[in-house]
């Protein structure tokens, strides 16, 4: 085969790659994260929830495992139970990125912190971090 041809090749690969957006770049949260039970729970027991909530919110924390294989789709684990979604990148910018649910139209403002992220839980004020698996 011609190098010319090759190359060709090559970039057409390359630019139908980045037009399908599997370029790990363009979605910081591939792969899995799990619930960083420790850092969440400092941040229920800051909150306004009652104590009784409080208690019952500790023991689940810590269990939910999410894997995103770009940014377009997620998996949540918890007890055993996954149940998959459906996302679109609504933005990516800096250490924030913003996740829509097509179904229901509700965001998720994710904030990276290094190997975790945070994301605010909208009807209970509080927020669950998450830390990367791989």
Same mark, same amino acid.
């Given at each position: 085969?011609?190098?010319?041809?090759? !190359?060709?090749?090559?970039?057409? +690969?390359?630019?139908? *790659?980045?037009?399908?957006? %599997?370029?790990?770049? #363009? @979605?910081?949260?591939?792969?899995?994260?799990?619930?960083?039970?420790?850092?969440?729970?400092?941040?229920?027991?800051?909150?306004?929830?009652? !104590?009784?909530?409080?208690?019952? +919110?500790?023991?689940? *924390?810590?269990?939910?495992? %999410?894997?995103?294989? #770009? @940014?377009?789709?997620?998996?949540?684990?918890?007890?055993?139970?996954?149940?998959?979604?459906?996302?679109?990148?609504?933005?990516?910018?800096?250490?924030?990125?913003?996740?829509?649910?097509?179904?229901?139209?509700?965001?998720?403002?994710?904030?990276?912190?290094?190997?975790?992220?945070?994301?605010?839980?909208?009807?209970?004020?509080?927020?669950?971090?998450?830390?990367?698996?791989?």
């Amino acid at each position: 085969m011609p190098k010319h041809a090759l !190359a060709a090749g090559l970039c057409l +690969l390359a630019a139908n *790659l980045f037009a399908a957006g %599997v370029f790990a770049d #363009d @979605c910081p949260l591939v792969g899995t994260w799990k619930s960083d039970k420790g850092k969440t729970i400092a941040d229920v027991y800051r909150s306004k929830l009652p !104590a009784t909530a409080k208690t019952a +919110l500790t023991k689940m *924390l810590g269990k939910m495992v %999410v894997e995103y294989p #770009d @940014c377009t789709q997620a998996s949540y684990t918890f007890e055993g139970q996954t149940t998959t979604s459906q996302l679109e990148l609504v933005s990516y910018s800096g250490n924030t990125v913003i996740l829509k649910d097509p179904t229901n139209g509700e965001e998720s403002n994710i904030q990276l912190e290094g190997d975790c992220y945070s994301v605010v839980m909208a009807p209970l004020a509080i927020t669950e971090y998450f830390c990367r698996v791989n």
